[in-house]
């Protein structure tokens, strides 16, 4: 899914970065994924070189179902993960900053704010990984409805809390009349 699909773009406004959470932050879950992938294959040869428990005429089709329904599951919540993880989003326009926040497979939430409303921008990055990887926060201050955003483990939070504020002070000097 593009970010332009999720957005209605104004005439004079375009997209300047579509930021994504970084992908070390998946890692985690990839390494969980191979262990639950490996964990039936390892309970069955445990099980084959020591009883003779899955070779009778029930218990061997019974062991393939529950195995096949254990693999869907784990790959349901492999890609429920994913989609949550792939989809959320901060896109960055020349007039708006909006965050798309995916909330489960089915749900999603947008929000929006002008760039001229936003008063301040702090980044952080937390940690020795987070430091070696170079991933963060931003807050966003902003006077508009929604007071803050936050996102989340993103990639070189200290340069694009940069570039935010140089846009919103851009957008500014436009909303004042300096041009």
Same mark, same amino acid.
Not at 4 to 30: D, Q
């Given at each position: 899914?593009?970010?332009? =699909?999720?957005?209605?773009?104004?005439?004079?406004?375009?997209?300047?970065y579509v930021v994504r959470r970084n992908f070390i932050t998946f890692a985690p879950i990839m390494f969980l994924l191979g262990l639950m992938l490996?964990?039936? $294959?390892?309970?069955?040869? +445990?099980?084959?070189?020591?009883?003779?428990?899955?070779?009778?005429? $029930?218990?061997?089709?019974?062991?393939?179902?529950?195995?096949?329904?254990? *693999?869907?599951?784990?790959?349901?919540?492999?890609?429920?993960?994913? +989609?949550? #993880?792939?989809?959320?989003?901060?896109?960055?326009?020349?007039? @708006?900053? &909006?965050?798309?926040?995916?909330?489960?497979? #089915?749900? @999603?939430? &947008?929000?929006?704010?002008?760039?001229? %409303?936003? %008063?301040?921008?702090?980044?952080?990055?937390?940690?020795?990984? =987070?430091?070696? #990887?170079? *991933?963060?926060?931003?807050?966003? %201050?902003?006077?508009?409805?929604?007071?803050?955003? $936050?996102? /989340?483990? &993103?990639?070189?939070? /200290?340069?694009?809390?940069?570039?935010?504020?140089?846009?919103?002070?851009?957008?500014?000097?436009? /909303?004042?009349? &300096?041009?």
């Amino acid at each position: 899914m593009n970010a332009g =699909s999720l957005i209605k773009l104004k005439s004079y406004e375009k997209i300047l970065y579509v930021v994504r959470r970084n992908f070390i932050t998946f890692a985690p879950i990839m390494f969980l994924l191979g262990l639950m992938l490996f964990l039936p $294959v390892g309970l069955y040869w +445990i099980l084959a070189r020591n009883t003779d428990i899955l070779t009778g005429s $029930v218990s061997r089709p019974l062991s393939i179902l529950f195995a096949g329904i254990y *693999y869907l599951f784990v790959f349901l919540y492999f890609y429920a993960y994913f +989609i949550d #993880f792939y989809l959320d989003m901060l896109i960055i326009t020349n007039d @708006r900053l &909006i965050d798309v926040e995916q909330k489960g497979v #089915f749900s @999603r939430s &947008i929000a929006e704010v002008d760039l001229y %409303q936003i %008063q301040d921008a702090s980044s952080e990055i937390k940690g020795a990984f =987070s430091t070696l #990887f170079n *991933y963060g926060d931003i807050q966003i %201050q902003t006077a508009g409805a929604l007071p803050k955003f $936050v996102i /989340h483990n &993103i990639s070189s939070p /200290h340069v694009l809390r940069q570039e935010i504020l140089a846009l919103a002070a851009e957008d500014k000097k436009y /909303h004042i009349g &300096i041009k």
